[in-house]
């Protein structure tokens, strides 16, 4: 290669590839072109018609492989971001300062375009590429060849190519035997590689979790000892990773696994601290994996009044025997807990307002005035705060059985209404006074976090 050529003259040493390239024609493998979206299909032919080689690669190839439907193509070439950008013109933004990127769009489609990068020895200095004395990755914009880009892939089952020339895969990493394992494995060594980008760590928990896969033991051995450097992640990057752990579809088996690597504490210090708290976020994944298994939106912020509430009701009932009257101690309560919860991933100032206003309805819920309660259900977050409710009740809280009354209440006629309302203000409570909760039945519960 002529870039080797170069470091040679410079006296920098060549790096030979780590990784053999193992070629699987089309004829030979069932990924096909009908299964991958017109907008990555017309990337890869336009930076074919511009001289420049293109290749599907990672998550996309990796689950058609499996037989999954991906709902994101991501694509690499030789040519560099400013080539790209000359290619799609006004289609194509470029984006990101550590890891520099192209984002190609097709009305609301983004195909994100990266330059096939290589090893950080090759760069000419510290505007190409940067690392922290700790070894973490802090700029990585080094253009190479497929081979290095292979090299530097997290994980083996990612570093599967899709080639637009002949449609072939070229499998550098033995990604496909670890596929048919069903086996998670860095590529490299891992404590280097968990240093170089401790997100890594979260990336397995990830995978493993959506594809049902196992994690190798040398790439899972080290999880539990280098879990701290995920103290020095940015809270914005953080909280992009819990937003694609949350919305995996996987989210009981994901907290199942972050609990087992000890990775929970790194990214939510303030949850699942007793028995009570687990059994709500327990629910609240479940809902959160039943309502994306039948194609509806979630909504995070209930994910995070789940994982706080403990620690709201801790501040809450503080506070009020300091004597702050119960409405502003709620208030208050909320704005610390989430104020702590943002030094480790940050939470937008809308997603906060929503997560607020769902603790701050439950009050309202847990003891109706009859005169309230048609307003209230008219309320834009009443079906996130009633949610709550239930799962609350399910979880095991004292709600007096509310959770079970308004259920009632919005199934019954206007007559019960009424009838429902008026034993309301005479003091019968939720119907019967019980203390334990009534569990809703299966053919009455919809997934939460509407």
């Not at 336009?46 to 991501?74: A, M, N, S, Y």
């Not at 995920?230 to 609990?259: P, T």
């Not at 994944?285 to 209930?302: M, Q, W």
Request: one cysteine or more; aromatic letters at 8%; hydrophobic letters at 35%.
């Amino acid at each position: 290669m002529i870039k080797a050529l170069i470091n040679r003259l410079r006296g920098r040493p060549a790096q030979p590839p780590a990784v053999q390239r193992v070629i699987i024609p089309r004829d030979q493998h069932h990924v096909s072109r009908k299964d991958i979206s017109n907008a990555a299909l017309k990337t890869l032919y336009r930076l074919r018609e511009q001289g420049h080689q293109g290749f599907l690669v990672g998550g996309g190839v990796r689950d058609l492989l499996l037989g999954l439907h991906p709902k994101d193509f991501d694509v690499a070439t030789s040519a560099t971001p400013e080539q790209v950008k000359q290619a799609f013109g006004g289609q194509c933004q470029l984006i990101g300062r550590r890891f520099r990127l192209a984002h190609v769009r097709y009305g609301r489609e983004i195909i994100e375009v990266a330059t096939l990068r290589a090893h950080h020895s090759q760069a000419e200095n510290d505007t190409h590429a940067r690392t922290s004395d700790e070894g973490m990755i802090l700029r990585d914009n080094v253009w190479g060849s497929v081979e290095e880009d292979a090299e530097r892939r997290d994980f083996t089952v990612n570093a599967l190519y899709y080639n637009i020339e002949d449609f072939s895969i070229w499998d550098f990493a033995g990604g496909l035997k670890d596929l048919q394992r069903r086996e998670l494995r860095l590529i490299g060594e891992p404590d280097t590689r968990y240093r170089e980008d401790p997100v890594r760590m979260l990336r397995a928990i990830r995978f493993a979790a959506k594809l049902d896969f196992t994690i190798e033991a040398g790439t899972a051995n080290p999880i539990r000892r280098l879990g701290d450097l995920l103290d020095d992640i940015s809270s914005h990057r953080l909280f992009d990773e819990a937003q694609k752990l949350l919305s995996s579809g996987h989210a009981v088996r994901m907290m199942d696994l972050l609990h087992e690597y000890d990775l929970f504490r790194h990214l939510f210090p303030q949850g699942g601290a007793s028995e009570e708290s687990r059994r709500l976020l327990t629910l609240t994944a479940e809902s959160t994996d039943e309502r994306l298994a039948i194609g509806k939106s979630v909504n995070p912020a209930f994910f995070y009044a789940a994982l706080l509430w403990e620690q709201v009701q801790a501040e809450y009932q503080h506070l009020q025997d300091e004597g702050v009257p119960p409405v502003p101690a709620l208030q208050q309560a909320g704005q610390r807990v989430i104020s702590r919860q943002v030094e480790r991933t940050a939470i937008p100032r809308f997603m906060a307002q929503t997560i607020r206003e769902i603790w701050e309805m439950q009050p309202r819920l847990d003891h109706p005035r009859p005169r309230q309660v048609d307003m209230l259900v008219q309320q834009q977050r009443f079906r996130a705060a009633y949610d709550f409710l239930v799962l609350r009740e399910e979880s095991g809280e004292d709600t007096d059985g509310f959770g079970a009354w308004w259920t009632r209440y919005q199934d019954a006629d206007p007559g019960l209404q009424a009838e429902m309302l008026r034993s309301l203000e005479s003091g019968g409570g939720s119907g019967g006074g019980a203390k334990k909760p009534r569990r809703r039945t299966p053919r009455k519960r919809k997934p939460a976090g509407s």
